[in-house]
């Protein structure tokens, strides 16, 4: 089992940036999908940014250039550095782990390892 925990979020205003982290309990990321999700209030879940193990990434259009993901595979954590933030980026961020070889992919339901989420605001 896999066990992932997110730290870094909290408040800013429009503009700025912030870091998220997502370590993993396991001994190497090398040969795992990594992914970011975010859940806004009333609105469905949606893909941010992923990598997969070949360091291949892909971007949601809305965080295109001002979003940048990243991973260390033997410290096993992964990183969502997020600059230019607008209010619409405020949301739940999830961090998710496959450990099934694929091309880079923002479905969900490709993840079968989710962590509980952390809480990021953006204000205007």
């Known amino acids: 089992q896999v066990q992932l925990v997110e730290s870094g979020g909290g408040s800013v205003q429009a503009g700025g940036s912030l870091r998220l982290s997502c370590t993993a309990s396991i001994n190497t990321l090398s040969s795992f999908t990594m992914a970011w999700f975010r859940q806004a209030p009333g609105k469905e879940r949606e893909g941010v940014a992923c990598?997969?193990?070949?360091?291949?990434?892909k971007y949601a259009d809305s965080v295109k250039g001002r979003f940048t993901i990243s991973r260390d595979n033997a410290k096993t954590i992964l990183y969502l550095q997020m600059d230019s933030l607008e209010p619409e980026d405020t949301a739940m961020y999830y961090c998710?782990?496959?450990?099934?070889?694929?091309?880079?992919?923002?479905?969900?339901?490709?993840?079968?390892?989710w962590g509980q989420g952390i809480q990021v605001g953006v204000s205007s």
């Open positions: 998710a782990a496959s450990d099934r070889w694929m091309n880079p992919s923002l479905f969900g339901t490709r993840y079968p390892y």
């Open positions: 990598i997969a193990a070949d360091g291949r990434t």
